[in-house]
């Protein structure tokens, strides 16, 4: 019965922590794929990848993949891809140690989401930003 109790605390606190929020949802996501397409590339159309460090959700049909501590790329599927803004776990194809264009696909929940884009991000040029802009806050 306590382990029921403790659960249900947690997860009271989690749904009113979250919905202290002063800003929306889909306005925190909008403001970082701002920020992240500030530092992003041109598109291209592959990368080597041989492990996923990190992601991010930016949308319905956009996130961020990070493949090592300063290689990041703007990933964009070809339409909504269902489930991705709720997803707690993501899978990338690719082929050969390469995800390209048109090929790979974003898969979330079973479902396989083609890539339309690729962008590579500028990430430790953005953090460092980031940092500066806190520190001058602070």
């Known amino acids: 019965m306590l382990p029921r ?19 929306p949802y889909k306005q925190r996501l909008q ?13 291209i159309d592959k990368f ?16 961020v993949v ?19 803004e709720w997803a707690n776990a993501i899978g990338v194809t690719s082929t050969i140690n390469e995800v390209s264009t048109r090929f790979d696909s974003v898969v979330v929940r079973g479902w396989k989401c083609r890539i339309s884009e690729i962008r590579p991000v500028r990430y430790l040029d953005m953090v460092h930003d980031e940092r500066a802009a806190r520190a001058n806050k602070g």
């Open 31 to 43: 403001a970082r794929l701002t920020q992240y397409e500030r530092y992003a590339g041109e598109p």
């Open 66 to 84: 990070r493949t090592t501590l300063r290689d990041a790329y703007l990933i964009t599927v070809e339409k909504a891809c269902p489930e991705l």
């Open 5 to 23: 109790i403790a659960t249900a605390i947690v997860v009271l606190a989690c749904t009113v922590l979250g919905a202290c929020s002063n800003v």
């Open 48 to 63: 080597h990848f041989w492990r996923m460090e990190n992601w991010e959700v930016l949308g319905s049909n956009k996130l």
